[in-house]
């Protein structure tokens, strides 16, 4: 494992924020503390734009994370997808880590047959237009290169995270006119993403949790499973997806009106968001219509078991053969 | 506006010279080949299908066929390999929901070089054909002989004599009222037709610059394998290869460059541009370049900048944009803007254009008035390919020089155990490309 300042916790009272590389090329990525608690998920009757899917409103508690300080941007996700580190070492005679020799293995994306960046720019862009299953391969490999666990977050660390603590349709309250401090989407983005933490944070610090571009997380969309919640303290709530769409996204984009920002908003994944992908089979790797799609990384402060990790790994629903 | 040199029918402009000849091609109706009469003749007013070529978009455009709202059946399909003739239906049947539209047994699988002709014979009322594009004229010709109707992908040639010939066989096609799609689906896609009707009314006054873009990062390479011949590692390897492809600026840049002619309503005149081999230059990436830029002229002075780029990690865009008199739009984004402030922007449903030109075609051959877009298909196909002998040549090139040139890519036979052309790199100044 390559040792980063502050990454080491033994408990919630020691994790700091900290910054994590990526090597061969360098690059860096933050991760800030997330404390375990009990929130209220979900929104009330009577908020603005809610949706019938968002209740009833249910008490959830999640065990302490990190998570991402900023969406994964194309410098990160790039290394994976072009396999550039790969392609360095090879360049400069370079031999593999013991890290990279694991992460060697993880399989990673085919070329993408468009520019999957539409012209909205690299670099420090989030990256976009991943399946579900990239990014969890994506968070395979990165795990790898770290020697720290990395994965998608479930629906309910998402919304716990992105709540900060608060009760109201968005992190700093309920006035939408505020929104443009915080966030991008449809009204103030001119059609594009924007580079990552250019807007205020959430209290906890996470940038760009509302907006800018929806996030994945792990869980199936089950618009029943609220209410099956009711009533008791859900721990660490998971609904295994069992087929290849209605995987839930959460936090809204730069493409959405203010309503799908809402800390409590629900989107499931369709499979539309391929619809110009028009080869059989259509590529298990890219979105061609889901520009709006991007993603953010947790890690618990406890490790999963192998058995556990199977949970939040890439599931027989959605990866293909020969492809 | 000099006349000769002028592609541009008649001056009309393309929308009036497609309702023009449709009356015609209503005319020739009696005489035809009508669907409608052939299929009451045997009693049965099922479309049947066949699939030629196999790949990854053969099976697309043959899964979007059969979810058409219509009565089709696909009974027949082709392909150079039996190992992507049998993946390809593998596939399909893994969708419940065309299952039932299937019938390929055994006996209607054509593996080969004139596996085309054997589907085409097969009993078929329409044909796909999405083989690599070089095949598409002799394939197209065979299908119209054949009295089929046609949906073809783009693009539909990848030289000068290919044109000329799916110029010829659309002609013949009209005659004989047989319908022939273009998989150049833009034009079947929302967003594109409520900006394009905004620009043709005059949103942003006339154009007079253009600029189109595929910058992307390339395609696959499958690598040659012990004991494969010359031939086969070729086709399999068809992208990196002009008698096959065309190169990238004609088998993807088309679409972009097409966008521009079709708000344009016209064809260029004349291109001149540059072009190389900068990353992409092992031997496993056969002839084709890895970078265009173009500057097409059209007829009335105006130009269109056209860039098309396989580099990964650099800048990406796969777009077309206008400037015109009063404004400016991104057609590819669906906005128009005027003055510098945002005038229009569609914000309506998207459509799944590869499955509306299906949809859109087979309607039409209902209809007993098919589409015809053959001719665009060829025209803008011509276009990319006069971009690619202006970067290969650096020379400026006219259109009617372009379409007259005798220059044929082809090899001179069809079979495995033949020689394929051997690949050679345009050099600038001194390749011969006419």
């Known amino acids: 494992m390559l040792e980063v300042p502050d990454s080491v916790a033994a408990s919630e009272a020691e994790m700091k924020a900290y910054t994590d590389l990526i090597t061969g090329p360098s690059i860096k990525f933050q991760m800030v503390p997330i404390p375990g608690g009990t929130f209220t998920m979900g929104s009330p009757d009577e908020e603005a734009g809610r949706n019938e899917d968002e209740g009833p409103q249910h008490q959830v508690r999640v065990d302490p994370f990190w998570m991402g300080k900023y969406e994964v941007t194309w410098d990160e996700y790039e290394i994976f997808m072009y396999s550039l580190d790969i392609h360095r070492r090879k360049v400069l005679g370079d031999r593999p880590t013991e890290n990279d020799a694991v992460a060697d293995i993880v399989a990673r994306p085919t070329k993408p047959y468009t520019d999957m960046s539409f012209g909205m720019g690299k670099q420090k862009f989030p990256a976009i237009s991943m399946t579900q299953l990239a990014a969890k391969k994506y968070c395979e490999w990165l795990s790898a290169k770290t020697g720290r666990y990395y994965r998608l977050p479930t629906e309910a660390e998402w919304e716990y995270a992105c709540r900060a603590g608060t009760k109201t349709a968005y992190f700093f309250g309920d006035d939408v006119s505020q929104l443009d401090e915080y966030a991008w989407h449809y009204a103030n983005s001119e059609d594009a993403y924007h580079e990552v933490g250019e807007k205020q944070p959430n209290p906890w610090g996470l940038y760009d949790i509302h907006g800018n571009v929806a996030e994945w997380c792990v869980d199936a969309l089950d618009s029943a499973f609220y209410a099956q919640c009711a009533d008791q303290v859900v721990e660490n709530p998971l609904v295994l997806p069992q087929r290849l769409y209605g995987r839930v996204v959460r936090g809204g984009s730069w493409d959405d009106d203010p309503e799908l920002l809402r800390s409590a908003a629900r989107r499931a994944s369709h499979e539309d968001w391929k619809m110009q992908d028009p080869q059989i089979p259509q590529s298990m790797w890219y979105l061609t219509d889901a520009q709006f799609v991007g993603l953010r990384i947790v890690r618990p402060l406890v490790e999963p078991s192998d058995e556990e990790k199977v949970r939040y790994a890439a599931d027989e629903h959605q990866v293909w053969e020969d492809n | ?434």
């Open chain 2, 1 to 434: 506006m000099s006349g000769t040199r002028n592609p541009q029918v008649g001056g009309a402009s393309r929308r009036e010279f497609l309702k023009v000849s449709s009356v015609a091609a209503g005319a020739a109706l009696a005489g035809g080949l009508s669907l409608a009469r052939s299929a009451h003749a045997q009693g049965d007013d099922t479309i049947k299908i066949g699939l030629v070529g196999c790949g990854g978009r053969g099976s697309g455009a043959a899964s979007q066929a059969l979810k058409v709202p219509d009565n089709v059946k696909l009974i027949a399909v082709g392909d150079a390999f039996a190992d992507r003739l049998e993946f390809c239906l593998s596939e399909l049947n893994k969708d419940a929901g065309i299952v039932p539209r299937i019938d390929v047994p055994a006996e209607r699988r054509f593996v080969g070089f004139d596996a085309y002709q054997k589907v085409i014979d097969a009993g078929v009322d329409l044909v796909i054909l999405a083989t690599p594009p070089g095949f598409r004229p002799i394939h197209f010709r065979a299908a119209v002989d054949a009295g089929k109707h046609v949906f073809m992908e783009k693009p539909v040639a990848v030289d000068a004599p290919g044109v000329r010939a799916v110029l010829e066989a659309t002609a013949l096609a009209k005659q004989r009222n047989l319908g022939v799609g273009v998989g150049l689906q833009r034009h079947h896609q929302l967003p594109y037709l409520e900006t394009m009707k905004r620009l043709h009314d005059g949103a942003i006054g006339d154009i007079v610059s253009a600029r189109a873009y595929w910058n992307g990062d390339g395609v696959w390479v499958n690598p040659r394998q012990e004991g494969q011949s010359e031939m086969e590692y070729q086709m399999r390897n068809w992208y990196y290869f002009n008698w096959l492809c065309g190169d990238h600026i004609v088998e993807q840049h088309i679409h972009n460059l097409d966008v521009i002619n079709w708000v344009k309503n016209a064809y260029p005149i004349s291109a001149q541009g540059m072009g190389g081999r900068e990353v992409r230059t092992a031997e496993e990436f056969g002839e084709i370049y890895d970078h265009h830029a173009v500057e097409f002229e059209y007829a009335d002075g105006s130009r269109m900048f056209s860039y098309c780029r396989h580099m990964p990690q650099c800048w990406g865009s796969v777009s077309e944009h206008v400037q015109g008199t009063k404004g400016s739009a991104d057609i590819s984004g669906a906005s128009i803007q005027v003055n510098g402030e945002s005038a229009w922007k569609y914000r309506g449903e998207n459509n799944n254009p590869y499955q509306t030109e299906h949809d859109d075609l087979i309607a039409s051959i209902r209809s007993g008035n098919p589409l015809n877009e053959g001719e665009n298909g060829a025209r803008s196909s011509l276009t990319a390919i006069l971009g690619r002998m202006a970067t290969y040549s650096g020379r400026m090139i006219g259109w009617d020089e372009a379409l007259n040139s005798q220059l044929s890519l082809a090899p001179k036979q069809y079979a495995f155990d033949a020689s394929p052309p051997t690949p050679a790199v345009a050099v600038p100044g001194i390749s011969v490309v006419l």
